[in-house]
């Protein structure tokens, strides 16, 4: 199972980003997938979550600012973040939440710039 994160990077507040995981290694639609993000000294923290049935969930705080659409021909999530705020400055990590467990892949940082 591979997970290959991209898209972080240093944007102003109130801009926007759009990170992509891109999953193999897995049958995609029979996964849930989800962005969580750790700042250091706190624990990791879940942001979006999108089931194999096409609900979303979101922090709440983030709702109205993060949606996370999937394509699934190409086995990809996305994480669409606008008017970013500060502290929405973390590593941003995709996971896939499969009957087996939680498959990883490697966070990509985003900072945001007051």
């Known amino acids: 199972v591979q997970l290959q994160a991209s898209g972080g990077g240093l944007v102003q507040a109130g801009g926007s980003l759009r990170l992509s995981c891109a999953a193999s290694?897995?049958?995609?639609?029979?996964?849930?997938m989800a962005w969580y993000r750790q700042v250091p000294g706190k624990q990791r923290e879940l942001v979006a979550v999108?089931?194999?049935?096409?609900?979303?969930n979101y922090a709440g705080s983030l709702k109205g600012r993060f949606t996370i659409p999937t394509d699934n021909a190409k086995s990809t999530v996305y994480l669409q973040m606008n008017s970013l705020k500060p502290e929405d400055t973390a590593v941003y990590y995709c996971?896939?939440?499969?009957?087996?467990?939680?498959?990883w892949g490697q966070g990509t940082q985003v900072t945001v710039s007051s």
């Open positions: 996971a896939a939440l499969g009957h087996s467990g939680v498959n």
């Open positions: 290694g897995i049958v995609f639609r029979d996964n849930a």
């Open positions: 999108i089931t194999d049935g096409g609900n979303t």
